[in-house]
Nanobody, 117 residues
């Protein structure tokens, strides 16, 4: 059974930090590109950061220099370190796994991040 389970969300003040985790099971994690998306109230889902199976990363312009994506293949976990958080970072954050060679995509259930004073 494929599972992507996000954790680490919560309420944080502007300027604060959070680290999200996404634990994977039921598929070959190391062969998949992993990414974080977010969806704010009333808005569409947007890509935040991605990391390829080989470790290459890319980021949305809005989070460059503040967020860092990483992966631990031994633990089958992808992380999103979020620093200098802003109120506009408030959203539900989703973990996604992709394997382009088989057109396979999996999504997690999401974790809420709220940045507010």
């Amino acid at each position: 059974q494929v599972q992507l389970v996000e954790s680490g969300g919560g309420l944080v003040q502007p300027g604060g930090s959070l680290r999200l985790s996404c634990a994977a099971s039921g598929f070959g994690f190391s062969s998949y590109a992993m990414s974080w998306y977010r969806q704010a109230p009333g808005k569409g889902r947007e890509l935040v950061a991605a990391i390829s199976a080989g470790g290459s990363t890319n980021y949305a312009d809005s989070v460059k220099g503040r967020f860092t994506i990483s992966r631990d293949n031994a633990k089958k976990t992808v992380y999103l370190q979020m620093n200098s958080l802003k109120p506009e970072d408030t959203a539900v954050y989703y973990c996604r796994a992709d394997r382009s060679s088989t057109y396979t995509t999996y999504w997690g259930q999401g974790t809420q991040v709220t940045v507010s004073s």
